[in-house]
C-alpha cells in the first residue's frame, strides 16, 4: 500500500505509517501468554514436564495439609498410557475445596490464595496447576479431573476442567456430586505428553528428596513401571505453622511504600507505620518520623514523592530490629544433616542455619550443610542438593543463586580443589536451602532462584561457615596421614638401622630391632614423628574468600 | 478460633477448614504480579537493571525503525543523578507513536502489536518497556516522560506516565501538544536506581555489540561520566523486512490445533488447512486428510478430541515442505565473521548458516561463528558471544541453551581441550545466534534461551560445522609447527655433522657446511623433513561428537 512520506506537507492520516502500525496493537491475555511461554512454566521438555506436573500437585498437598494441620498422606501414581503419554494421579488427605473455588484454583491462571500473604509456602504465585492443566489439555486436548471432599459428612464434589486460555476462565466440561469413602482431601488426574526417565531430575528423584525434607509426610509412590515405593514418615510431628507477617521496612522500594501511603486505611503517619509493617512500635516510629522530619501526626495522602523520599531516608537511619522468625519455617541444621546422612556416604557432615535477613522487605533463612569424603568419588565436580521452602530444585542448577555463590566460594581455603569459575571437585556434597516468605525464582516455573545480592551474601556466609569446619576436618586429616608416612618410613628403615648397629656393637639384630620397634611405639616418640616440619604446608589462599561479582 | 474436625457428624460450614482457606483465595492482576516479581523482568539488580532499560528502549526503537523503513539512528544518553539514581534517555528517528497508544504501550503490560504475528522481531512480548516504567517508579516514584512525532506536519505528544500496577492500567500525570524540531520520532525518558558500571554486561558492551549486528544503524552514546561514543552506521541499507507467516504445521500441539478448529472461520477441513497453515497448498491438504482418513469436507466445529488427534497422526504422516524462510532474517555467515572480526584479534575464522527447523510450528535459523587464535589467551575459557534475532544476550549465560550446545559439544574432536561438563578453554571465541519468529526465553527478561530439544540439537549441528572447519586449521597449524620443529633440530645439528665430516674427509668444514644448509632448503628436502612419523599423533576422541543429554 502506498503510504505518506513522513514529510509530505498534508498527509492523508490514514497512510501514516504510525496510524498503519497503530492498529497492530492490542491486549494479550494473560491465558494466551503462558500457553505460548509454556517453557516459563517448565514445560519446555518432556522429562521436565512430568516432574513439574507432579511437583505442583505434591507442592499443593503439602501446603494444605500443612496449613489444616493434617500429617499428609499423599499418593502420587503415574500410568504410562502409551505413545508418550503419562496419566498423574495425585490424592491426598487434605482439608480438600469447597465446590465454588474448584474451577478457578485448577483452571484459571494467577489466581490463589498464598500471592497476597507473607508467610512460608512452597507454592506462591497462583500459577503452577492450573499450568499443569492447561499443559495436559495442549498437548492431550483431555480435561483435567478433580474430586475434592471437605468434610466426612458432605457428598465429594467431581470435576472435568479446561481452561479457555484466551479468556483466562475455567470451562467445567462435566461436573457432579458422588460418593468417595476417603474422610476428607484432593485428588487430581491430568494426562500429560512427556517421557520417563529415572536418575537424576526424575520424579522419582524428587520424590525421595521431598520425603527427606518433609519428614512427617507418608508418601505413596507408583511409577510407570508399576512398581511401588512407599517413603513412611519418620516424624509424627508437623513442622511448626509459620505466622503471616507484614513486610518489613528494611529494602521496601520507594514505589512500594508510595502505593501503600495511598491505599493505606491508616489516617496517620505513625498509625501507617506501626500498623503496615513488622516490628515497627511506638517507639520506631516516632524515630522514623524524626530522622525524616517528619511530623508523626501527617496524613498518609499528604505524602508527596519528595515526602516519601525524606521517609525512606529516615528509615535507613533508623536502626530496626530483625524481623521476627515465626513466619519462616526453617529445616533445621540437625535435620538437614541427618537427611544429607541417608542421602549421602560421607566421613564428614557439618551445616549451619544462618541468622534471618531480609531483600525488599522480605525476610529469609539461609542453612547450608555438606558432607566430605567416604564413598564419594574424588574425581567429580562436587554434588549439588538445592532446596526453597523445602521443595528440591532439580533443574536449571547453573541459573541458580546456589550455584553461583557456591562457584564463587574460594574452596582453596578448605582444603579443596577448585577449576576457576566453576564448582569444587572432590569428595564433596553441599546443600543450600532458602527458607522465605517469597522466593524469588528465574522464572515461573520455579527451577533456580534469582541472584539478588542479599541473597548471594547470606548463601556464601553459611558456606563459608560449613567450609571453616570442614577445612579443620581436611587439614586434621591430612596431618594425621603425613604422620602416618613418616612412621611407615622409620618403620620400614628399622631394619636397616638395626642391622647397621649390630654390626657397630656385635649385639644380635634381632634383639637391635626389637628394641627399636618398642621405642618407636611410645607416645612421646609418636608424638615426635606426628610432628610436621616446621613450614606450615597448608597455605590460606591469598586470594579474598569473596570474589568479586 | 475453634474449628469443626473433620469428622464431626453435624459441621458448622463456616468452621469446617477448607471453608476457611477458601476466603483467601483471589485473582493476582498481572501488575502485581510483575511488580513483585521484577527478577524475572531483569531487575534484580541495579547494573542489569540500567541494561535491561536501555536494552528495551532500544530494541523497540530498532524494530520501529526497520517496520518503518528508516534508517535508524538512535541517541542514548545515560546521566548520573548522584545516590544511585540515573536517567535514561533514549531518542529515534522512527515512524512515532499516536497518541491515543501511547499510554498503553509504555504503562500496560501484556500491550503490543508484535506477539500476536508470527514474524521475527526483537521484542515480542508486549512488557519490556513497560516493565521498565514500572520499575523506575518503583524505585524512584517518578513518572516516565515520552515525547513522540508521527509527521512532519503534525505537532509532537509529550506526556507522563505511570503504571497503575493493581488495576495494570496506565496513569496519566499530564500530557500535551508541543513543537519539536525533529521531523518524527520517539524519546523516552526514565529515572531508575542502577549501578553503572563499564567491562563485561555493561551498557556500553551491549551497545557495542548491537552495532556490529545491526550495521545499519547509528548509535550516539553517551555514557554516565559524559563521554560520547559514536557507532555509525556502514550500511546504507535495511535488512530485509521479514515477512509475518503463519504456524507451520510441523510441531504445532494438539491443544492448539483443536482452539484453532473451534476459532476458525474456514468452513471445511481443507479450507482451514491451507488458510491457516504455511505451506500447505490444495495437494498437501488432501493428502493429510487422507492419511488421517479424515474428509476434507468435514467442518472443523466437528472434529472432535479423538478426530483431532486422527488430524495429528495424518499430519505427521506427510511430507511438508520446510516454512518459507523471509519471515526470518539471519545475520547471514558473512556478516558473522566481519563483526566478530571487528570484535576479535584472531588467526582464523570460520561461520555457518544452517537451513530453517521448527520447534513448536515456530520456524527458526540458528547461525555461528568461531575465531581460534592470535591474541586470545590459551589459558581461559572459551568467550561466548550470544545473539538472538540481532540482539545481544549479556546475561544468565549458563542458563542459556547455546551454553549447554557447546558444553555438550566434544571440542576435543576439534583440537581444543575441554574440561568435563564446561567450556572448551583455549584461544576460542565461539558466536551462537537464533533468528526465529518467536524466541523462547527462560523468563520474560529475555537472558537466556529457553532448552527446547530441536533448537539445541541445530546449535549443535552448527558448532560442528564449524568445529570441523575449525580441526583442519588446527591439525594444519600442528603439523606445520612440527615440521618446524624437526627443521630446526636438523639446522641445530648440522655443525656437528659438519665438523666429523670434515674430519672424516678432509674438507673444510665451513665449505660442508654450507652445502649441507644449502641442500636442507631444497623443495624436495623440505617436504621429507616436513613428513610427520607414521603413527597420526592426532587421534580423534572415541567419544561421540554429540554426547547425551
Given at each position: 500500500m502506498v503510504q505518506s512520506k513522513l514529510t509530505d506537507s498534508a498527509p492523508n492520516e490514514e497512510m501514516i505509517i504510525a496510524t498503519q502500525l497503530a492498529k497492530g496493537q492490542r491486549e494479550i491475555s494473560v491465558g494466551e501468554f503462558f500457553a505460548k511461554n509454556r517453557h516459563l512454566l517448565g514445560f519446555d521438555n518432556k522429562k521436565k514436564a512430568l516432574l513439574t506436573v507432579v511437583k505442583e500437585a505434591v507442592d499443593n498437598s503439602l501446603d494444605a495439609c500443612e496449613e489444616a494441620r493434617i500429617l499428609p498422606e499423599i499418593i502420587v501414581e503415574i500410568i504410562d498410557m502409551g505413545n508418550e503419554r503419562y496419566r498423574i494421579i495425585v490424592e491426598d488427605n487434605g482439608p480438600g475445596i469447597v465446590k465454588k473455588q474448584v474451577p478457578r484454583i485448577f483452571a484459571k491462571l494467577l489466581y490463589g490464595s498464598k500471592f497476597h500473604k507473607l508467610r512460608m509456602s512452597r507454592?506462591?504465585?497462583?500459577i503452577g496447576i492450573s499450568a499443569a492443566v492447561m499443559y495436559g489439555q495442549l498437548t492431550t486436548g483431555r480435561p483435567a479431573k478433580i474430586l475434592t471432599k471437605i468434610h466426612s459428612s458432605k457428598p465429594a464434589y467431581a470435576c472435568e476442567l479446561k481452561i479457555d486460555t484466551h479468556k483466562n476462565e475455567p470451562e467445567i466440561g462435566s461436573d457432579e456430586e458422588k460418593e468417595w469413602n476417603k474422610e476428607h482431601g484432593t485428588r487430581v488426574e491430568i494426562d500429560i505428553e512427556a517421557t520417563y526417565l529415572k536418575g537424576s531430575q526424575s520424579v522419582d528423584e524428587y520424590l525421595k528428596q521431598t520425603a527427606i525434607t518433609n519428614p512427617h509426610a507418608t508418601i505413596i509412590y507408583t511409577n510407570p513401571k508399576a512398581e511401588q515405593v512407599i517413603f513412611a514418615r519418620v516424624a509424627n510431628e508437623l513442622p511448626k505453622l509459620p505466622t503471616e507477617i507484614q513486610p518489613h521496612l528494611y529494602g521496601v522500594e520507594l514505589g512500594v511504600l508510595m502505593d501503600m501511603l495511598k491505599r493505606t486505611e491508616s489516617r496517620t503517619l505513625q498509625a501507617f507505620l506501626t500498623s503496615e509493617f513488622t516490628r515497627v512500635g511506638a517507639g520506631t516510629a516516632k524515630q522514623i518520623c524524626e530522622n525524616a522530619a517528619l511530623l508523626q501526626s501527617m496524613k498518609p495522602r499528604e505524602i508527596t514523592r519528595e515526602l516519601a523520599e525524606k521517609l525512606m531516608e529516615g528509615v535507613k537511619k533508623t536502626r530496626l530490629i530483625a524481623p521476627p522468625t515465626d513466619c519462616l519455617s526453617p529445616i533445621g541444621a540437625e535435620q538437614l544433616e541427618s537427611g544429607l546422612k541417608k542421602e549421602v556416604g560421607a566421613e564428614f557432615y557439618c551445616s549451619t542455619t544462618r541468622p534471618p535477613a531480609i531483600y525488599r522487605g522480605y525476610p529469609f533463612i539461609i542453612e547450608a550443610a555438606l558432607a566430605y569424603g567416604g564413598?564419594?568419588?574424588?574425581?567429580?565436580?562436587a554434588h549439588i542438593l538445592r532446596y526453597a521452602n523445602r521443595v528440591p530444585l532439580l533443574y536449571q542448577q547453573s541459573a541458580c543463586a546456589s550455584f553461583k555463590s557456591i562457584t564463587q566460594t574460594a574452596w582453596r581455603n578448605y582444603g579443596i580443589s577448585q577449576p576457576q569459575n566453576a564448582l569444587p571437585v572432590g569428595q564433596l556434597t553441599i546443600v543450600l536451602h532458602i527458607a522465605s516468605v517469597w522466593v524469588p525464582f528465574t522464572s515461573e516455573s520455579k527451577e533456580a532462584i534469582a541472584h539478588y545480592p542479599e541473597i548471594i551474601k547470606e548463601m556464601k556466609l553459611a558456606l563459608q561457615d560449613c567450609g571453616r569446619k570442614l577445612a579443620m576436618y581436611v587439614h586434621k586429616k591430612a596431618r594425621i596421614k603425613d604422620a602416618q608416612e613418616r612412621a611407615n618410613i622409620f618403620e620400614r628403615y628399622i631394619p636397616e638401622v638395626a642391622d647397621s648397629l649390630a654390626q657397630l656393637s656385635g649385639e644380635k639384630k634381632e634383639n637391635i630391632q626389637e628394641a627399636l620397634l618398642k621405642m618407636l611405639s611410645k607416645p612421646e616418640i609418636q608424638a615426635q614423628v606426628a610432628m610436621p616440619p616446621e613450614e606450615d604446608i597448608y597455605k590460606l589462599d591469598t586470594r579474598q574468600e569473596e570474589q568479586d561479582e
Amino acid at each position: 500500500m502506498v503510504q505518506s512520506k513522513l514529510t509530505d506537507s498534508a498527509p492523508n492520516e490514514e497512510m501514516i505509517i504510525a496510524t498503519q502500525l497503530a492498529k497492530g496493537q492490542r491486549e494479550i491475555s494473560v491465558g494466551e501468554f503462558f500457553a505460548k511461554n509454556r517453557h516459563l512454566l517448565g514445560f519446555d521438555n518432556k522429562k521436565k514436564a512430568l516432574l513439574t506436573v507432579v511437583k505442583e500437585a505434591v507442592d499443593n498437598s503439602l501446603d494444605a495439609c500443612e496449613e489444616a494441620r493434617i500429617l499428609p498422606e499423599i499418593i502420587v501414581e503415574i500410568i504410562d498410557m502409551g505413545n508418550e503419554r503419562y496419566r498423574i494421579i495425585v490424592e491426598d488427605n487434605g482439608p480438600g475445596i469447597v465446590k465454588k473455588q474448584v474451577p478457578r484454583i485448577f483452571a484459571k491462571l494467577l489466581y490463589g490464595s498464598k500471592f497476597h500473604k507473607l508467610r512460608m509456602s512452597r507454592g506462591q504465585q497462583g500459577i503452577g496447576i492450573s499450568a499443569a492443566v492447561m499443559y495436559g489439555q495442549l498437548t492431550t486436548g483431555r480435561p483435567a479431573k478433580i474430586l475434592t471432599k471437605i468434610h466426612s459428612s458432605k457428598p465429594a464434589y467431581a470435576c472435568e476442567l479446561k481452561i479457555d486460555t484466551h479468556k483466562n476462565e475455567p470451562e467445567i466440561g462435566s461436573d457432579e456430586e458422588k460418593e468417595w469413602n476417603k474422610e476428607h482431601g484432593t485428588r487430581v488426574e491430568i494426562d500429560i505428553e512427556a517421557t520417563y526417565l529415572k536418575g537424576s531430575q526424575s520424579v522419582d528423584e524428587y520424590l525421595k528428596q521431598t520425603a527427606i525434607t518433609n519428614p512427617h509426610a507418608t508418601i505413596i509412590y507408583t511409577n510407570p513401571k508399576a512398581e511401588q515405593v512407599i517413603f513412611a514418615r519418620v516424624a509424627n510431628e508437623l513442622p511448626k505453622l509459620p505466622t503471616e507477617i507484614q513486610p518489613h521496612l528494611y529494602g521496601v522500594e520507594l514505589g512500594v511504600l508510595m502505593d501503600m501511603l495511598k491505599r493505606t486505611e491508616s489516617r496517620t503517619l505513625q498509625a501507617f507505620l506501626t500498623s503496615e509493617f513488622t516490628r515497627v512500635g511506638a517507639g520506631t516510629a516516632k524515630q522514623i518520623c524524626e530522622n525524616a522530619a517528619l511530623l508523626q501526626s501527617m496524613k498518609p495522602r499528604e505524602i508527596t514523592r519528595e515526602l516519601a523520599e525524606k521517609l525512606m531516608e529516615g528509615v535507613k537511619k533508623t536502626r530496626l530490629i530483625a524481623p521476627p522468625t515465626d513466619c519462616l519455617s526453617p529445616i533445621g541444621a540437625e535435620q538437614l544433616e541427618s537427611g544429607l546422612k541417608k542421602e549421602v556416604g560421607a566421613e564428614f557432615y557439618c551445616s549451619t542455619t544462618r541468622p534471618p535477613a531480609i531483600y525488599r522487605g522480605y525476610p529469609f533463612i539461609i542453612e547450608a550443610a555438606l558432607a566430605y569424603g567416604g564413598q564419594q568419588s574424588a574425581e567429580e565436580q562436587a554434588h549439588i542438593l538445592r532446596y526453597a521452602n523445602r521443595v528440591p530444585l532439580l533443574y536449571q542448577q547453573s541459573a541458580c543463586a546456589s550455584f553461583k555463590s557456591i562457584t564463587q566460594t574460594a574452596w582453596r581455603n578448605y582444603g579443596i580443589s577448585q577449576p576457576q569459575n566453576a564448582l569444587p571437585v572432590g569428595q564433596l556434597t553441599i546443600v543450600l536451602h532458602i527458607a522465605s516468605v517469597w522466593v524469588p525464582f528465574t522464572s515461573e516455573s520455579k527451577e533456580a532462584i534469582a541472584h539478588y545480592p542479599e541473597i548471594i551474601k547470606e548463601m556464601k556466609l553459611a558456606l563459608q561457615d560449613c567450609g571453616r569446619k570442614l577445612a579443620m576436618y581436611v587439614h586434621k586429616k591430612a596431618r594425621i596421614k603425613d604422620a602416618q608416612e613418616r612412621a611407615n618410613i622409620f618403620e620400614r628403615y628399622i631394619p636397616e638401622v638395626a642391622d647397621s648397629l649390630a654390626q657397630l656393637s656385635g649385639e644380635k639384630k634381632e634383639n637391635i630391632q626389637e628394641a627399636l620397634l618398642k621405642m618407636l611405639s611410645k607416645p612421646e616418640i609418636q608424638a615426635q614423628v606426628a610432628m610436621p616440619p616446621e613450614e606450615d604446608i597448608y597455605k590460606l589462599d591469598t586470594r579474598q574468600e569473596e570474589q568479586d561479582e
